[in-house]
């Protein structure tokens, strides 16, 4: 097993690695998804049930879009 690391920005962005880059093939403008099971996370290239999923869901997020609402879960 191989692993490879990347270092959180002050806004909770990390880099993916090349290695990693390579093997899931991916390319800038691709769509990751996170598989959350437990305290474990998997990340893969996002199916287009991801993205339309997520799509769908955009119109409804909005009440967590002001000011007030990134000052208050700024820390989580």
């Known amino acids: ?15 993916i690695p090349e ?3 390579k093997v899931m093939h991916l390319r800038a403008g691709d769509i990751v998804a ?3 099971d437990g305290d474990e996370v998997r ?3 996002a199916s287009p049930v991801d993205i339309a999923f997520a799509r769908a869901l955009e119109g409804t997020l909005g009440e967590w879009m002001s000011e007030a609402d990134e000052e208050a879960y700024r820390d989580l």
């Open 43 to 45: 990340l893969r290239k």
């Open 1 to 15: 097993m191989r692993i490879e690391t990347s270092k959180l920005t002050s806004k909770y962005q990390a880099t």
């Open 34 to 36: 996170f598989d959350i």
């Open 19 to 21: 290695a990693v880059r």
